[in-house]
């Protein structure tokens, strides 16, 4: 199944504005360290990078690592600009890639 | 075995603590306070907005098999019951609920098995699998607000009756029962932690312990494993009867499904 995730943007803001973005998605951030049933380690799979775009701009980046929780849930700040798209990614082991956009007026 | 340590400090304080102090009744209805009350402000506002609550990320997952064909029938949950947020609502407020199938109360994952081996044609999911628990949540979600309200009649009392006994009747290593924490001492704390009233308003839930979404049993055994008791196996009607006291106990307060605590 594919990664869910849930995206909390204000749909308007006023040009100059402080907005709050949310967003959480589903993954398991298994660390690595942990043995399975057998003893075996089961091995690390976690989103290593979460990177923010606004209309094409980095607005805000993170690493994460294996101590965070699962479903990493990242809550920042940007000013709004310009209407546009709200474009959120997060890349990380055997290939994990998500993307979510959302859209955003500024009058 | 970070996890390990804190519940054997808190079983341990819980000796001490329940010794100390006389049994007293259950608790009355205007006292009666969810877990969410005992929470602090950052868990509670993750609980509140539905972009920041996890158990949701389970709701939109349980959405999804909710409109999938499954089975030799090649039925979904949708074909019969449409459209779940008037289906369901209040439903998961419900249960358990009395099944003459099977001449006793079921909890809602056993509810959901038996349509799926029934009218799908399905075999069953494991209890706390990723997908039961998916549909339970999003079942559950279309009570949120709704008045916990299990039936109390003829065929569940014997039940209630059951699980009630099981509350007051101490067991395990440290010879304790349900009741003499969440009954007698639910406004102290143990090792730091407030001990709540063990309301069951708002299951499945997700638990920050426990990085997922789990249902009530899986409460419960956490619970008889810190008394150092025999925990039931997942889905035992022994479980089923608890959990069928703790509703009736919660009757009336909110449902929150999926709601979050530490």
Same mark, same amino acid.
């Given at each position: 199944m594919t990664a869910r995730a849930l995206i909390n943007v204000p749909p308007k803001a006023k040009r100059g504005e402080i907005i709050g973005i949310k967003s959480l998605i589903s993954h398991?951030?298994?660390?690595?360290?942990r043995p399975d049933a057998t003893g075996q380690p089961i091995p690390r799979n976690i989103i290593k990078e979460f990177v923010c775009t606004y209309n094409g701009v980095e607005v805000f980046r993170a690493e994460f690592f294996p101590a965070m929780s699962a479903n990493p849930f990242v809550s920042f700040t940007t000013v709004a600009n310009e209407s546009g798209t709200i474009t959120m990614t997060w890349t990380g082991d055997n290939g994990f890639f998500a993307t979510e956009s959302v859209a955003i007026t500024v009058e | 075995m970070i996890a390990w340590m804190p519940v054997w400090r808190i079983v341990a304080a819980a000796a001490i603590v329940c010794a100390t102090y006389p049994a007293i009744a259950e608790i009355p209805m205007s006292e009666r306070k969810s877990g969410y009350e005992f929470m602090g402000p950052d868990s509670r506002a993750m609980q509140d907005e539905d972009t920041a609550n996890p158990g949701m990320l389970s709701v939109l997952d349980g959405e999804a098999l909710w409109k999938r064909k499954a089975g030799a029938?090649?039925?979904?949950c949708a074909d019969c019951h449409s459209d779940a947020r008037t289906s369901m609502k209040g439903v998961a407020a419900r249960y358990p609920a009395f099944s003459p199938a099977v001449n006793r109360p079921v909890n809602l994952e056993q509810r959901i098995n038996m349509c799926r081996t029934d009218r799908q044609q399905a075999k069953p999911f494991p209890y706390e699998s990723k997908d039961l628990l998916s549909l339970a949540t999003f079942v559950g979600r279309q009570?949120?607000?709704q008045p916990i309200s299990v039936a109390d009649d003829e065929n569940t009392r014997p039940f209630i009756d059951n699980g009630r006994a099981a509350f007051t009747r101490r067991q395990g290593q440290l010879n304790l029962s349900c009741a003499q924490c969440h009954?007698?001492?639910?406004s102290g704390r143990l090792a730091g932690s407030p001990i709540t $009233?063990? $309301? =069951?308003?708002?299951? =499945?839930i997700y638990r920050l312990e426990w990085q997922s979404v789990g249902s009530l049993q899986r409460r419960l055994r956490n619970c008889l494993t810190g008394l150092r008791a025999e925990s039931p196996a997942l889905g035992a009607p022994q479980l089923v009867d608890l959990e069928l006291y703790l509703m009736w106990r919660a009757r009336g307060m909110p449902m929150e499904t999926p709601a979050v605590r530490p």
């Open positions: 398991e951030m298994e660390t690595g360290f | 029938a090649g039925k979904s009570s949120r607000g009954d007698d001492n639910w $009233q063990a $309301q =069951p308003t708002g299951y =499945p």
